[in-house]
Each structure stands twice: as C-alpha cells, then as structure tokens.
C-alpha cells in the first residue's frame, strides 16, 4: 500500500476536511488489520476532535498522521516501517516549508515494538497502545513542547 497525495482513508471516518475552516488541525488514520482496529481509529478520532481535528481523507491535507497496525498480519511490523519511510519524506519536505506533520504509531505493533519503533524510525513522534488513545490530545500537547512519546503500558 503506497501512501500518496490522493490516497484515502479506509475506516469509515467521515471526514470533515471540506466544510472546515482552513485553520482546523487534520488528521490523516490508516487502519490495518481487524475491526477491532477500525473501532479503535474511530476512538482516535473522537478523541482527537476534543483537540479540534477533524478527520481528513486525503493524507497530503494532514496534520497529523496515525497508523494504527495490526501485529497479526503477515510481515506487519516490517509494512509499517515501510510507510513511515514514505511518511518521513512528506514530512521533510513539509519542515522545508516551515509546515509541521506530526506522525503517530498506534495499534498492535506499537504496543508489541514501543520504543524500537522511534529507534528505527525516528521521524515518528508518538507511539501509543490501546489504553492511551482516549489520552492522545495530553501525549500530543507532550509532543508539540518537544518530547518523543512511547506510552505502550497500562496507566496508573
């Protein structure tokens, strides 16, 4: 699966790119795997619109980009790590034109690789299991004052 300009979302979001005003934070969520997992990019996203973003279909209009994974599939760790090697560039390119996209690793492979995910691919910002997701609008505040974020256990 390539990740470009037009590619859209397959899990149901709605988005709300064209009816929002042009200073609204996006958010781009592919989805792998199970519908566990399309359940959970919905939660995502709800908790993200308590942060004011809507969900964008078409990556290139993004602010931020989730990838929700599924560890059960065939080589899942290994496709992961492929397309944040395409998400890196987009976001390189978007720094030289002083335009920030945040990239954030959901899902089971989070969960199963943690901080290996920013050791191997170190233009991710954040990496979050399922616990977090309903925390993810405080771990992105983190990450917008500079810091990695790995939070792949349970809270306290």
């Known amino acids: 699966m390539d990740l470009n300009t037009t590619e859209r979302n397959d899990i149901g979001i709605a988005p709300d790119s064209l009816a929002a005003p042009a200073a609204t934070k996006k958010v781009f969520v592919k989805t792998y795997g199970c519908q566990m997992n399309v359940y959970d990019s919905q939660r995502m996203a709800d908790a993200l619109a308590t942060d004011g973003y809507v969900a964008t279909d078409i990556v290139d209009d993004a602010d931020l980009v989730l990838l929700n994974t599924c560890h059960i599939r065939e080589k899942a760790a290994e496709k992961v790590y492929s397309e944040l090697g395409r998400i890196r560039d987009m976001k390189a390119e978007r720094a030289g034109m002083g335009r920030e ?56």
């Not at 954030?104 to 990496?127: F, S």
């Open 101 to 156: 996209l945040l990239i954030g690793v959901a899902g089971c492979v989070a969960q199963a690789e943690g901080a290996e995910i920013i050791r191997r691919a170190p233009a991710v910002d954040l990496v979050i299991g399922p616990q977090t997701y309903h925390r993810l609008p405080d771990v992105l505040a983190r990450v917008r004052g500079g810091e990695k974020i790995v939070e792949t256990d349970y809270a306290v």
